[in-house]
């Protein structure tokens, strides 16, 4: 037999894909490696799963890090992150808003996200235990090779996810395809992950356990600066504006051995630290620093600074100097990110200059499509990752069925 459309992958864009072709009577199977679908899907958003955002098309792509971001503009505008939550009321969950950000299953379990895609396939339009060894095009007909069987059809998405968390199956299999057939793509690095600080574990262990909210976090050789929380960890740096700053933190790692990070561990600036201590003469130095922030900090400045506990008005001026660089720009020295295999997300896959973003399609073979983290698409932890999946899962199939 001959299919009219293969899907390779069973995570949100193969599934999402899927939905679209069930829908329109087209002639599809879908292979899935695992004895499940969704498996990593499961265990997103600590297995609550966060689908997707509240941010309209435009404000979605500002937020993303990579340069050709608006190559999904036609993706999201055709199937945005209202069309997400659309799509899911209609298959009987409700996603619910919290704060005033992301969007949760009602339920709070990403089995549920998984189960509202599976709701409307044909149990027969999946096989699963089937993972593609083999892509080769044969004239106008692709030929998809597994371990037990032969498969062949005249349109295939390729929606085989990254290579983060191999063991759900997401283990970078499109890539081999794409070498085989001649695509350009990017090899698969850590993004949205934690990172590594052999000065932290140390130098600063009187840090582990610190939480700073809200501060501008600036890469020192690239010149890269995002705003978010952050946390002092028994191996490093973690949070939010770590790990979206992860992905640049790792080619300073490679090109250079050590990526270097500067903060503020106050709330306050250098001008208003140094005002502060001026008119505070007669004031211990110790205590008068522990008003700008926790003992823990205060603590390692004084032991890093060498400081003795003099009143401020007896602190040369230099040394008050130094220890207000110091909070003010702190600096951590990272020496390794987590492996690509662990992080939440990786970047690179498919060099999206291979594809139409009208569609999904492979500029150079006809009726071939790549959709989701197989490709060279990625965003922050917040919803960002499903939605594209979601987007571009629906725009190729969506292509698909306008061609039929």
């Not at 720009?329 to 999206?352: C, H, L, P, S």
């Amino acid at each position: 037999m001959i299919y009219h459309t293969i899907i390779i992958g069973g995570g949100p864009g193969g599934l999402m894909a899927a939905n679209v072709l069930e829908k329109n009577n087209i002639n599809y199977l879908l292979l899935e490696k695992n004895e499940k679908c969704g498996k990593k899907l499961l265990l997103t958003g600590g297995r609550r799963c966060n689908v997707t955002n509240h941010l309209s098309v435009r404000d979605f792509i500002d937020t993303l890090t990579f340069k050709h971001k608006r190559f999904l503009y036609s993706a999201l505008s055709q199937f945005g992150s209202q069309d997400v939550i659309s799509f899911f009321e209609v298959h009987g969950l409700k996603l619910v808003l919290e704060n005033n950000f992301k969007y949760f299953p009602e339920t709070e379990k990403s089995l549920s996200v998984l189960e509202s895609l599976l709701k409307d396939i044909k149990p027969n339009h999946i096989k699963y235990q089937q993972a593609v060894r083999e892509l080769h095009k044969e004239s106008d007909v692709f030929k998809l090779v597994t371990k037990t069987d032969t498969f062949y059809a005249k349109h295939v998405v390729v929606a085989t996810g990254s290579n983060s968390f191999p063991s759900t199956g997401s283990s970078g299999d499109g890539l081999v395809f794409a070498k085989h057939l001649g695509i350009n793509y990017h090899e698969f690095t850590p993004a949205e992950t934690h990172v590594y600080s052999s000065q932290i574990k140390e130098n600063f262990k009187a840090l582990q356990g610190v939480s700073l909210s809200q501060r501008l976090v600036t890469l020192k050789q690239q010149k890269i600066s995002y705003q978010g929380d952050l946390l002092f960890t028994h191996f490093g740096l973690s949070g939010p504006v770590i790990m979206h700053l992860s992905e640049f933190i790792y080619d300073d790692v490679m090109n250079n051995g050590k990526s270097i990070v500067s903060f503020s561990l106050v709330d306050k600036t250098k001008d208003e630290i140094m005002d502060d201590l001026m008119k505070s003469g007669d004031q211990f130095i110790i205590k008068k620093l522990e008003s700008f922030t926790t003992k823990k900090v205060v603590g390692v400045i004084v032991e890093t600074l060498r400081i003795e506990n003099k009143k401020v008005a007896e602190i040369k001026k230099q040394d008050l100097n130094h220890i207000v660089d110091m909070l003010t720009q702190f600096e951590v020295v990272i020496d390794k990110v987590e492996d690509k295999e662990k992080a939440y997300v990786n970047k690179g896959g498919i060099d999206t200059k291979n594809l139409n973003p009208k569609s999904m399609e492979v500029k150079t073979i006809k009726n071939l499509f790549f959709v989701g983290e197989v490709t060279d698409l990625h965003g922050p932890i917040g919803g960002y990752n499903i939605t594209i999946a979601l987007s571009t899962g629906h725009l190729a199939a969506t292509h698909i069925v306008d061609q039929f």
